[in-house]
């Protein structure tokens, strides 16, 4: 009880100062619709609340109209043709200060959120909103808010959909504010022996960092790949290279001299695309290979080796090209010199993948860049394949992938909404046992690793010094019943399992935090 006093006597402390995020591009584009949404992302890093926006408008000077704000805990991707869990939380009055001015945006109340990551939609009501149009997802970040954008669509959760429209304006906020009126649930860590055969990472555009690197995946008895890295030269084109003359959205066979045993499968040709993809295995394509690089299509797709994923257009001889090496049976896919479509023509991509006949692959980056485009890098199994999480692999140390294992995890139903059930589910367990929910008011930073005491590839994620346990028997799950109690808005609490069957398994740790919506 002490510390849900305390929690609530922190609503009424002095806020701090306000602080403001800008996005500093130009609103190049607009909205033509005076009933539509623009969408992004805001990651928070410590507690605050939104004050008001500054919205570049379209409309004449002078154009009055309201702005509705809606909020969802996670993202705003794939979720902007229905209602879903967002909730309507504020609303701000305007008039449009012209094109290419801000226009501000006063919220009537403001949105308190606790750290975490939240979809925004902006309803625009009798104006237009302009915002700049760019290639995949642009952000921005002050290290205490980052916005990261966007879309939008011509009627509020419908009508027609738009991507790659970044949110111009500003997001004025104030630390330490509140209440907090979102529930939200947030994980933390990982579980035990949890495993993946897939591993990636994403780069925004304008991020690659994988110029000069040599990555070797070679088989490993887990079913999955160890992967080295190390730094590499220039590429050579050898001059017996066969060019596949491949145009964008194209695909080309290219037979291998021994079948290829990797993680999930066999494949006796690759299918290779002119975009940094190899799809391994023997099946055609059906229409243009042309795809947005993005983690979820690279896991829920065909087995698929990521060299260097994102949008070129290949043309003459700079173009991507085979070679297989008469003494060793390698077959290798030369990426040359390849242009990123829409990008500057001065910017060139030249990397390469051998096949071993062993099974080793064996991926070598020379130039790399990606202006415009978002790009991927990676292997994954496919056929929706476990999502491990990115890796930085320009920092990464040797690894090792396995077998699909989601380990022991800790997952909610329901957000924990004043006067609501939230259900706990412990999944994973490799056995029957006995679990438990451990409950605690902090969490450990960092977490406590139990290999020490004979628990390898675990670790203890809430403080066991202000916590309390709950015996779930043989059961996996339990009914949270949330007090209708309106102080409790905002307070946060941490939950953690652990699972007994011959041995201790630890989940990950989820954060609950308390809303009304």
Excluded: K
């Excluded at 409309?59 to 009055?64: A, D, E, I, N, V």
């Excluded at 949110?167 to 209440?179: E, R």
């Excluded at 490799?430 to 679990?435: K, M, R």
């Excluded at 403080?463 to 309390?468: F, K, Q, R």
């Amino acid at each position: 009880m002490r510390s849900l006093l305390g929690a609530a006597l922190l609503l009424s402390v002095p806020l701090a100062a306000q602080a403001t995020l800008t996005t500093p591009n130009t609103a190049n584009y607009f909205l033509a619709s005076l009933d539509g949404a623009v969408y992004f992302d805001l990651v928070v890093a410590q507690t605050l609340q939104l004050d008001s926006f500054d919205i570049a408008m379209h409309s004449p000077l002078g154009t009055g109209g309201g702005v509705d704000v809606y909020v969802r805990p996670g993202s705003w991707v794939d979720h902007t043709e229905q209602r879903g869990d967002w909730a309507l939380l504020s609303h701000g009055n305007v008039t449009s200060s012209g094109p290419q001015q801000p226009t501000p945006c006063p919220l009537a109340t403001p949105i308190g959120l606790p750290p975490g990551n939240y979809g925004i939609a902006l309803h625009c009501r009798g104006v237009m909103p302009a915002y700049a149009y760019a290639f995949g997802l642009r952000s921005y970040t002050n290290g205490e808010l980052t916005l990261v954008g966007g879309g939008s669509s011509t009627e509020l959760f419908g009508g027609q959909q738009f991507f790659s429209r970044v949110f111009s304006g500003a997001v004025h906020y104030t630390l330490g504010g509140g209440p907090i009126p979102v529930a939200s649930v947030a994980p933390h860590g990982l579980g035990c022996h949890r495993a993946a055969r897939s591993f990636y990472e994403h780069f925004l555009p304008g991020f690659l960092d994988l110029a000069n690197q040599r990555f070797v995946l070679t088989p490993n008895a887990s079913g999955g790949y160890d992967v080295a890295r190390s730094s590499a030269g220039p590429l050579a084109l050898p001059a017996t290279a066969h060019n596949l003359d491949l145009l964008r959205g194209g695909a080309a066979f290219v037979p291998l001299t021994a079948p290829l045993q990797f993680p999930g499968g066999t494949a006796t040709s690759l299918l290779v695309l002119p975009d940094g993809r190899i799809l391994l295995g023997d099946e055609g394509l059906l229409g243009s290979s042309t795809a947005a690089a993005a983690p979820s299509t690279l896991l829920n797709g065909r087995p698929t080796l990521a060299a260097l994923w994102q949008d070129f257009a290949p043309a003459g001889s700079d173009n991507v090209y085979s070679h297989v090496d008469p003494t060793t049976g390698a077959t290798t896919l030369i990426w040359w010199q390849l242009p990123v479509f829409g990008g500057p023509t001065n910017v060139r991509c030249t990397f390469a993948v051998t096949v071993h006949t062993s099974g080793v692959l064996d991926v070598h980056i020379a130039n790399a860049s990606n202006p415009t485009d978002a790009c991927v890098v990676g292997f994954s199994a496919g056929h929706g394949a476990r999502d491990p999480g990115p890796r930085d692999l320009s920092l990464q140390q040797p690894f090792a992938t396995a077998t699909d294992d989601p380990g022991l995890g800790l997952t909610a139903l329901g957000r924990p909404v004043l006067g609501t059930i939230t259900t706990l589910c412990v999944d994973g367990a490799a056995a029957p046992g006995l679990s438990m929910l451990l409950f605690g008011w902090q969490l450990l930073t960092p977490a406590l690793e139990l290999g020490a005491l004979g628990v390898p590839d675990c670790a203890l994620f809430v403080d066991p010094t202000s916590s309390a346990a709950v015996t779930l028997g043989t059961a996996a799950q339990l009914p949270v019943p949330v007090p209708a109690a309106p102080f409790l808005l905002g307070t946060t609490l941490h939950a953690q399992a652990a699972h007994f069957a011959g041995a201790l398994t630890t989940s990950n740790a989820l954060t609950l935090t308390l809303g009304a919506v």
